[in-house]
């Protein structure tokens, strides 16, 4: 009887030691799996502060190309334009986006075939100018009457 005893007691305890040891390893794998798991949410962390510290950058620089307002615009335009006659000028619409206002303008130029170029070509350089359509007309022998539309950027 005492033998019985002392093994059942023995039993229990190896039970217990053997419970203990598999509870021990199950919460090691979990405790695994949650690590993995919070590694990849710092990663992906890590990776949202990097595209948004680049998308900062981004509109900082943006900012540098973009026209300070309409008026503005319309005088480079203007500085561009000495040699050429400005017929019309017209804001067809504005389009309110992200970081800048784009204003879609008709412009009509009327000048010489090698100024008209000339000024195509300055307008060209500018970054807060985007050239959609061109329409070119023969006005008499020596001019040429253009109806250029373009986008201007413009900041908020």
Same mark, same amino acid.
């Given at each position: 009887? +005492?033998? +019985?005893?002392?093994v059942s007691i023995f039993l229990i305890i190896l $039970?217990?030691? $053997?419970?203990?040891?598999?509870? @021990? %390893?199950? @919460?090691?794998?979990?405790i695994g799996s949650k690590e993995k798991?919070?590694?990849q949410v710092e990663k992906k962390i890590t990776l949202i502060q990097r595209? !948004?510290? !680049?998308? &900062?950058?981004? =509109?900082?620089? *943006?900012?540098i190309y973009l026209c /300070?307002?309409? /008026?503005?615009?319309?005088?480079?335009?203007?500085d561009m334009a &000495? =040699?050429?006659e400005i017929k019309n000028w017209k804001i067809l619409d504005t389009q309110r986006k992200k970081y800048a206002f784009h #204003?879609?303008?008709?412009?009509?130029?009327? *000048?010489?075939y +090698? =100024? $008209?170029? =000339? %000024?195509? #070509?300055?307008?060209e350089l500018y970054p807060f100018i985007d050239m959609k359509k061109i329409f070119v007309g023969r006005k008499s022998d020596e001019e040429l009457e253009i109806k250029l539309e373009f986008v201007g950027l413009v900041k908020k």
């Open positions: 009887m +005492k033998k +019985k005893k002392k $039970l217990t030691l $053997l419970l203990g040891i598999i509870s @021990y %390893f199950c @919460y090691r794998k979990k798991e919070l590694i595209i !948004l510290k !680049l998308e &900062k950058d981004w =509109n900082e620089e *943006a900012e /300070a307002n309409i /008026a503005s615009l319309k005088k480079t335009i203007e &000495k =040699n050429i #204003k879609r303008m008709v412009l009509e130029l009327v *000048a010489s +090698k =100024n $008209l170029v =000339n %000024f195509l #070509k300055k307008i």
